[in-house]
Every structure is written in C-alpha cells, then in structure tokens.
C-alpha cells in the first residue's frame, strides 16, 4: 500500500489549501483516513481522521477550519485548509489505518501506513 500526499506550499496567513491523499495498492474504501503534521522542532500531532463510515474527529486547533473528507470511487482522501495561520505551518502527513477502521483513531500508532509528507508554510 502506497500513500502519495500532495498539496502543500508557501501561502499568507487568512489563505486556503486543499491537501491530496492518493493511496494505491489496497482497497481504500476499508481504511481509516487521517491526516497528522510535523512543526519544526516539535512532535506529530493529530489533525484530523475520518472512518471507513464517513464519520470525522478533528483536533480542537483546527476544528471549525479545517475539513477532511474522503472519496472511495478516487481512492483519495483530502483536507480542505482554510483561515490558515502561521501556526499551521508544518510537514503534513496522510496515514491509512486498517486494524481501527471502525473506530475513530487519532493515535499514530494505530495507523498501518504512511505518506511521505507535503509541506505547508504559512507566513503572517
């Protein structure tokens, strides 16, 4: 199972991004969707999941901001980013989660697979 994420990029504070989550190799309408993110110097932290069943948990710092969402028929799950802040600026990460894709997973270590990470920069 491969994961391509794509999507990120230099933008200002108050400007929108949508991140793509393209994965291969599996059967993708099984799998728990989430996407993670890396700051400089600091440790991954969830941002936002959504089940096999279309249900969605997002971390309170994005909540109301971000959206994520799946399309099983692309095999590609998206977060739409929007009122962006400089805080937002990190490495993000898409993960597939086959062993929780019932639940709603937001611990890295529940995920099976990983994408390679796209970064996103947000100047003020």
């Known amino acids: 199972v491969q994961l391509q994420a794509s999507g990120g990029g230099l933008v200002a504070a108050g400007d929108s991004l949508r991140l793509s989550c393209a994965v291969s190799g599996g059967e993708f309408r099984s799998y728990a969707m989430a996407w993670f993110r890396q700051a400089p110097g600091k440790e991954r932290e969830f941002v936002a999941v959504v089940n096999r069943y279309d249900v969605k948990d997002y971390a309170v710092s994005v909540k109301g901001r971000f959206t994520i969402s799946r399309e099983n028929r692309e095999s590609t799950a998206y977060l739409q980013m929007n009122s962006l802040e400089p805080e937002d600026t990190a490495v993000y990460y898409c993960?597939?989660?086959?062993?929780?894709?019932?639940?709603?997973?937001?611990?890295?270590?529940?995920?099976?697979?990983w994408g390679q990470g796209t970064l996103v920069t947000v100047s003020s």
């Open positions: 993960a597939a989660s086959y062993r929780a894709r019932n639940s709603m997973p937001t611990n890295g270590r529940d995920f099976d697979y």
